[in-house]
């Protein structure tokens, strides 16, 4: 089923049980929510859903059941990245039988590639896969920057339409939206999505809106109208909530968040630590004190 590429998507969190195995049951219900909130899609298997903490069977085995609860009626990106090219085309694989509208893939990273070697990287994963490709920018966590010129290039295959943008760089988005119009941009920088929406940014995918999704939808509407000084305003309710939320632990803390929403989205794998006593206790007076979370 095809979808605009273009608004607030979700990034999937996985649910996990207390002794670390998949609690994929409690994805209906956490799916539900968001949706009844009006995210426009979700984007499944990526940082915000412990991607790289998963084997190959479990990503398939996320990519499958989410695609089955959505049952078609959001848009749905699946992340695939992998290191290896060959993986990468399979789970890529898996999302073009599940359903997805579209595939996403983080660089292949560790080994200091060559910049042709990412280029031939995802070439072949656009050849090799019929859906529309978002290439991940998320230089922070795999240690490669794009820039304008690659993506152009990269973009000139007619599959690979732009990518989810995880960096505080607004003048990469600035310049590919001058020189391309039709470039795909979803802001990634949960922190700065109205400045990525203010230099042209189709939509966002931000861990944060699992527990702020009808604040960023606002936030989004109001960047559409031009009501930049609106957006402004959600952005720093936003960001106070994210500030202190990072300074406990991020995941860990999304998931006791919408746990004391009365939306069980299990616990973090390990290496992930348990949240501690005095730390659920300040997600819980954070929750009390600021109304985007309630």
């Not at 799916?31 to 915000?48: E, T």
């Not at 995802?122 to 490669?144: D, H, M, S």
């Amino acid at each position: 089923m095809s979808k605009n590429f273009q608004g607030i998507y979700l990034p999937l969190m996985t649910p996990f049980h207390e002794d670390g195995s998949l609690a994929l049951d409690k994805l209906a219900n956490m799916m539900d929510y968001q949706i009844n909130k009006g995210v426009a899609g979700f984007y499944v298997g990526g940082s915000s859903g412990e991607g790289f903490l998963l084997s190959e069977a479990e990503r398939a085995e996320v990519i499958k059941v989410a695609a089955e609860v959505n049952q078609q009626r959001v848009g749905m990106i699946a992340h695939v990245g992998v290191i290896s090219t060959d993986l990468t085309a399979q789970l890529a694989d898996v999302a073009v039988k599940a359903g997805y509208d579209a595939i996403s893939a983080t660089p292949p990273f560790y080994y200091a590639f060559s910049q042709e070697e990412i280029h031939q990287h995802y070439v072949y994963l656009a050849e090799q896969c019929p859906l529309p490709l978002l290439l991940y920018n998320i230089p922070g966590t795999t240690g490669i920057s794009f820039n304008v010129e690659q993506l152009l290039s990269l973009m000139e295959h007619p599959r690979i339409i732009g990518l989810k943008h995880t960096t505080t760089d607004m003048f990469l988005v600035e310049q590919l939206r001058q020189r391309s119009e039709d470039a795909v941009i979803f802001h990634g920088e949960d922190s700065m999505l109205s400045a990525g929406l203010f230099y042209g940014a189709n939509g966002g995918i931000g861990s944060t809106y699992n527990i702020m999704s009808a604040s960023y939808i606002k936030l989004y509407e109001h960047a559409q109208c031009g009501e930049m000084d609106e957006a402004l305003k959600l952005q720093h309710q936003v960001n106070h909530v994210t500030d202190a939320i990072l300074k406990i632990g991020l995941f860990q803390s999304l998931k006791y968040l919408m746990q004391l929403r009365g939306v069980d989205y299990g616990v973090c794998r390990k290496p992930f630590l348990p949240l501690t006593k005095e730390k659920k206790q300040a997600l819980e007076q954070l929750m009390d004190n600021n109304a985007c979370l309630n």
